[in-house]
């Protein structure tokens, strides 16, 4: 599995941005108001792969104090990295596109609670991408100070 690139994850968000930003401008008013439990919810999800992240590279590192890991547990936090990194980016993606029409509109007073929220789920997002990219380098191992010595 190769490490995910940040660049890739950066289009994604402004691709799906673009395309929420687009679906959203015909069909605004006849959506439901946007719950704002998405925030707490994603920023949970970044602290936990934080933390997951931190004790795996202790653990890979063999830190005194720490069990060492096994290698199927790594691999999971891996892909557990992976997708969470996507699946952050593309929903960060949909709440900017919804941030970016309801900033035109922040006049009136929906729209304005509604873009707060939504920028506060895309911050959220980010968050879940930066843990997710750090629990996803915690998972590599270390090259040993022997092979990295030419003889």
Known sequence: MKPTHPGHLVGIVIVVALIAWGVVRPVYSDLPLMPWTAIPTVLLLAIGEGFSAWTTKARIARKPGT?????????????LAKAS????????????GFALYTVQIF?????RSEFFVATGSFLACVALICAALYLEH???I????DEQKPD
Do not use: H, I, N, Q
Not at 67 to 79: C, I, N, Q, W, Y
Not at 107 to 111: K, L, V
């Open 67 to 79: 069990k060492p890991v096994e290698p199927l547990s790594v691999a999971r936090l891996a892909a």
């Open 142 to 145: 270390p090259k040993d100070s």
């Open 138 to 140: 915690a998972c590599r």
């Open 85 to 96: 990194a996507y699946a952050g980016a593309v929903f960060g993606g949909l709440f900017a």
């Open 107 to 111: 006049d009136r007073e929906t729209p």
